[in-house]
């Protein structure tokens, strides 16, 4: 398609209709879902989707340029049911305007400077709780293992939770909570009526966790926020320029958030990686001669600043983006690659395209950590966490703690995978990731 006329009507006769069969490929296989899109359309292209209309979708440098460059007041609240129900109406992502800018000014202390000192710490202690219970010739499931991690991390790092008899109690809450926002659930609104046994046990799962989060919030709100030093106090504590801070209600969905991306997420972000560096002995010789040099145990500090681990988990993030779409609600016209997209419409960054575009990637199918050895990408290229005002709050601490619960787990087991064989990613809700476990063996102990 050639970009030379401006109206957004040239890309609505070859819009592709959101049939059940595209729905079915979208949850099952996103990278297929976005790839025959651009194929048949060009770039940008038009894709009907369910509880958000017409979608002119980029996976162009350029195109990425034009979304994440905008000022902030081009675009408006997230209107669309696709978020809503797993994060919540008061949630950050789907903010716009003055409110989201107020929130993320908010929420932004607890992510940054020597906030993620402390987290390193609390991450490395998890991972060597986790690691203790992995018996020389025992098999799990690392992605299983790595929720466990993520999960236990969060808790301590938002509600610092160290009560092990709590721990059980989110576990199985997060669980059943993610676990039942299928992405049926999340691709056809239509779905959600309480007549569809699906939906209404995904609301029994919800208002189970809300009542956990709320309860959170009063007990610290009883006992002093400015008594504890986790990042429930530290929202609760945090005030804007009228003085003013974010209500219970604010504060729950901003924590729904914060469990969802936090988790789950990160786990796949490290499924991927424990994957493909137990598939390829070279990577995995590369990432030990790094860290073999720093001792029987790395500090976080020192494994935050390895070149290579880096590289691997960037690299997985590459290949493999957790959120498959950046989407933006446009509060008012917008220039996307040469075309007029009117107020009111969505445009979207797809990430697996961005991540894959021949113009930046060599062979970009193929995982080669070493695409981020002293090299650095633009956010128009390279995107894991989204570009410009909105990018992910997580953006510094998600990598973070890859780096050193991977880091860790190197350093201290040897490990081997039960089966080698390719696989290949699936939405689960709003997230994405592989459609295996990962099944793993325990050789030795390294150290």
Sequence with gaps: MKNTKNSVDELLPSRSKFSPFRILTAAKDPEAFFKMGQKKQGDPYCEWMPGMGDVYITGHPEGAKDIFSSPRETFQEFKSSLLRPLLGDQ????????????????????????????????????????????????????????????????????????????????????????????????????????????WKTFLRSRETLDQYLLEEI??????????????????????????????PIEVKDELRTLLVAGHETSAAGLSWAMYYIHNDFSIYKTALSELIPLGSLPSPEQLIELPFLNAICSEALRIHPIVPIVIRHLAHDMNLRGYRIPAGKHVAVSLILLHRHLDVWKDPDTYDPNRFINKTYSQYEYAPFGGGARRCLGAAFAPFEMKIILGTILSQVQLELIDSKKISPQLKNISMGPNSKIPMKVLKSIK
């Design 218 to 247: 009063s007990e610290s709100l009883k006992f002093g926020p400015e008594t504890r030093n986790d990042i429930l106090s530290l929202l609760l504590l945090s005030r804007d320029e009228e003085n003013e801070g974010l209500t």
């Design 91 to 198: 949630s950050l992502v789907v903010l716009g305007g003055d409110r989201h800018k107020r929130e993320k000014k908010l929420m932004m202390p607890p992510f940054h400077g020597k906030r993620l000192q402390i987290y390193g710490r609390i991450i490395q202690e998890v991972t060597l709780e986790q690691i203790k219970k992995w018996k020389k010739n025992s098999k799990f499931l690392a992605r299983t293992e790595l929720q466990t991690i993520t999960l236990e991390v969060i808790l301590r790092a938002i509600f610092g939770i160290v009560d092990p008899s709590q721990h059980e109690k989110w576990r199985l809450a997060m669980s059943s909570y993610l676990n039942n926002y299928t992405p049926l659930l999340t691709l056809i609104p239509f779905l959600r009526k309480k007549i569809y046994r699906p």
